[in-house]
């Protein structure tokens, strides 16, 4: 007798446990579905670079703190570097995109 009620127990909770995560596993599916990764601005490149564009290259806001900028261009960089692959042209307008955040260029547009 005394087994049948902790058999009766045991499948009672089992019963309940499958119940909650079946819940719960639709309420995971129902969630809004988020990026994994922040993108990489992409898009083409105006005449002359203005803060908004160099903010946008970097994946920064336009008002940020230069230690900011300079790791958001190294870490640019660093998957677009010519020496591992990346374009001559794509480190240009990153350079001259933290140059602009920095404000070390009077609008003199990139080498190419």
Do not use: C
């Not at 599916?29 to 908004?52: D, H, I, S």
């Amino acid at each position: 007798m005394v087994a049948a009620i902790i058999g009766g127990a045991a499948v009672a909770a089992a019963a309940y446990a499958g119940k909650y995560g079946i819940e719960a596993w639709q309420a995971f599916k129902l969630r809004p579905v988020r990026p994994r990764m922040r993108k990489f601005y992409e898009g083409g490149f105006q005449a002359t670079m203005n803060r908004r564009e160099a903010a946008l290259i970097l994946g920064v806001r336009e008002s940020v703190a230069a230690e900011k900028v300079k790791e958001a261009h190294r870490r640019v960089m660093v998957a677009n570097h010519p020496d591992a692959g990346g374009s001559h042209y794509l480190a240009s307008k990153i350079n001259e995109a933290k140059d602009m955040m920095l404000g070390k260029t009077k609008n003199s547009g990139s080498a190419f």
